[in-house]
């Protein structure tokens, strides 16, 4: 029996690493599934006999100009291809069908609910933002998230049987089940169980992650497909909300993400009150409406705002670049409470690039020199010299990989252990 269990077991596992191979690199042959599998040709061909039975994967062919010998055998997600005519052989081509299941990606931010639907391709059909407001605690958001999903589906004639998957997003701290709201600049401390809200309407398989870890994920994803040999590295978002997201590979080669609560990490209480309720939290010295009170020198006990305009945050941001000096001290000290949690933070992990990401980009330059200064704070970085530090601007676009990877993940893993969608 345990013999059988874990010859299953692999199967699944190799099941999964044939679709995760042909869904991020497209078009691929048997040799090169085999390059990025890792397995053996034997092992492949039996793998893909069953997915295309079970209607998985489609099959195709393209001619080949010229050449000679035998075609190549492709495997690609599916899409509906002409094939035109020519001289040659063709190529027979496998790919996932597109058609065979979708993802909604939910965005929760500090001003508006993005919704999205994609195939199982990974290609976006459709997406639609609503202004958040003041939607009155989570009984309220539960009724205009079931609205709005229904909503997405009539606008592509789509059922929610044909959904496999219901990704959602959010700043603040994800319950270790990967369902569960704990807290969040949205609802605060009232949690949010999104398996109750959707269940049992929505048979999909429900996924809650921090925004930050997202964006950690994609990076890693695109970082290991221009480097061998990819280890670790830091996405720190930078906006209304602070956030970090962390990837590094293990030991034994899986993709280890997390996302700590960077932002409500202890900086020095004269940062002020944080919207957690704490005193001197890195957010609350970091995030936009930390620097909107020291810019303007407010009270540090004041109840911090719960949203701030790119537009305010721009005019601050000019008033430091003329030479204001709370508005230019704003920033800097923004800037140093950074510098502080990353140096903390690679003193408890390990050397490694840093990802700056999120609207607060914009203002980089007002805060690099007070990010570097808290940084040198540090032991580690005197001694190794200052990480890599690189600005990436679109957050949303690394935000919208990192929850298709994820998703598009879990669905190989279910559609392995299955054997259908």
Same mark, same amino acid.
């Given at each position: 029996?345990?013999?059988?269990?874990?010859?299953? %077991?692999?199967?699944?596992?190799?099941?999964?690493?044939?679709?995760?191979?042909?869904?991020?690199?497209?078009?691929?042959? *048997?040799?090169?599934?085999?390059?990025?599998?890792?397995?053996?040709?034997?092992? =492949?061909?039996? =793998?893909?006999?069953?997915?295309?039975?079970?209607? !998985?994967?489609?099959? !195709?062919?393209?001619?080949?100009?010229?050449?000679?010998?035998?075609?190549?055998?492709?495997?690609? &997600?599916?899409?509906?291809? *002409?094939?035109?005519?020519?001289?040659?052989?063709?190529?027979?081509?496998?790919? &996932?069908?597109?058609?065979?299941?979708?993802?909604?990606?939910?965005?929760?931010?500090?001003?508006?609910?993005?919704?999205?639907?994609?195939?199982?391709?990974?290609?976006?059909?459709?997406? @639609?933002?609503?202004?958040?407001?003041?939607?009155?605690?989570?009984?309220? @958001?539960?009724?205009?998230?079931?609205?709005?999903?229904?909503?997405?589906? %009539?606008?592509?004639?789509?059922?929610?049987?044909?959904?496999?998957?219901?990704?959602?997003?959010?700043?603040?701290?994800?319950?270790?089940?990967?369902?569960?709201?704990?807290?969040? &600049?949205? #609802?605060?401390?009232?949690?949010?169980? #999104?398996?109750?809200?959707?269940?049992?309407?929505?048979?999909? $398989?429900?996924?809650?992650?921090?925004?930050?870890?997202?964006?950690?994920?994609?990076?890693?994803?695109?970082?290991?497909?221009?480097?061998?040999?990819?280890?670790?590295?830091?996405?720190?978002?930078?906006? *209304?909300?602070?956030?970090?997201?962390?990837?590094?590979?293990?030991?034994?080669?899986?993709?280890?993400?997390?996302?700590?609560?960077?932002?409500?990490?202890?900086?020095?209480?004269?940062?002020?009150?944080? $919207?957690?309720?704490? @005193?001197?939290?890195?957010?609350?010295?970091?995030?936009?409406?930390? !620097?909107?009170?020291?810019? #303007?020198?407010?009270?540090?006990?004041?109840?911090?705002?719960?949203?701030? &305009?790119?537009?305010?945050?721009?005019?601050?941001?000019?008033?430091?670049?003329?030479? *204001?000096?709370?508005?230019?001290?704003?920033?800097?000290?923004?800037?140093?409470?950074?510098?502080?949690?990353?140096?903390?933070?690679?003193?408890?992990?390990?050397?490694?690039?840093? #990802?700056?990401?999120?609207?607060?980009?914009?203002?980089?330059?007002?805060?690099?020199?007070?990010?570097?200064?808290?940084?040198?704070?540090?032991?580690?970085?005197?001694?190794?010299?200052?990480?890599?530090?690189?600005?990436?601007?679109?957050?949303?676009?690394?935000?919208?990989?990192?929850?298709?990877?994820?998703?598009?993940?879990?669905?190989?893993?279910? =559609?392995?252990?299955?054997?259908?969608?």
């Amino acid at each position: 029996m345990l013999t059988k269990s874990s010859t299953e %077991l692999v199967r699944q596992q190799n099941s999964a690493l044939v679709l995760a191979a042909l869904r991020r690199k497209g078009s691929l042959s *048997h040799t090169e599934i085999a390059a990025q599998t890792g397995l053996a040709s034997a092992t =492949i061909s039996v =793998i893909t006999a069953e997915l295309e039975r079970a209607g !998985i994967i489609a099959k !195709i062919e393209r001619h080949v100009q010229g050449g000679r010998g035998r075609p190549r055998v492709l495997f690609e &997600p599916r899409r509906e291809r *002409h094939v035109q005519g020519g001289r040659g052989r063709p190529r027979v081509l496998f790919e &996932p069908r597109r058609d065979c299941g979708h993802v909604i990606v939910v965005r929760i931010s500090s001003d508006v609910v993005q919704y999205s639907l994609a195939d199982y391709g990974g290609i976006l059909l459709d997406r @639609f933002e609503e202004v958040r407001g003041d939607l009155g605690g989570t009984a309220a @958001f539960g009724e205009v998230l079931a609205a709005a999903l229904e909503r997405l589906l %009539l606008r592509s004639n789509i059922s929610k049987d044909e959904v496999l998957a219901i990704s959602i997003s959010s700043k603040g701290l994800v319950a270790a089940d990967g369902a569960r709201l704990i807290w969040s &600049p949205v #609802f605060g401390g009232e949690q949010l169980d #999104f398996v109750k809200l959707l269940r049992p309407d929505w048979r999909a $398989r429900i996924m809650l992650s921090n925004e930050s870890l997202l964006v950690a994920h994609a990076l890693a994803v695109k970082e290991e497909e221009k480097q061998v040999g990819f280890r670790a590295l830091a996405a720190v978002s930078l906006g *209304h909300s602070i956030g970090l997201g962390l990837s590094r590979r293990g030991s034994s080669g899986e993709l280890d993400v997390s996302a700590p609560n960077f932002g409500h990490m202890l900086h020095q209480d004269a940062a002020g009150l944080c $919207r957690c309720g704490s @005193f001197g939290c890195v957010e609350a010295a970091a995030g936009f409406y930390g !620097i909107l009170r020291t810019a #303007f020198e407010v009270p540090s006990n004041t109840i911090p705002a719960k949203f701030v &305009p790119l537009s305010e945050m721009d005019k601050i941001a000019a008033r430091a670049r003329q030479g *204001h000096r709370m508005a230019a001290y704003a920033f800097r000290q923004a800037g140093v409470a950074l510098g502080n949690g990353i140096s903390r933070m690679l003193s408890l992990y390990e050397p490694m690039p840093i #990802f700056v990401t999120g609207p607060g980009t914009r203002y980089f330059d007002l805060l690099q020199k007070g990010l570097e200064e808290g940084m040198a704070h540090s032991l580690q970085v005197r001694l190794e010299g200052m990480p890599q530090i690189s600005v990436v601007i679109d957050e949303q676009r690394l935000v919208l990989d990192g929850h298709l990877d994820r998703a598009l993940g879990a669905i190989d893993g279910d =559609i392995a252990a299955s054997g259908h969608p």
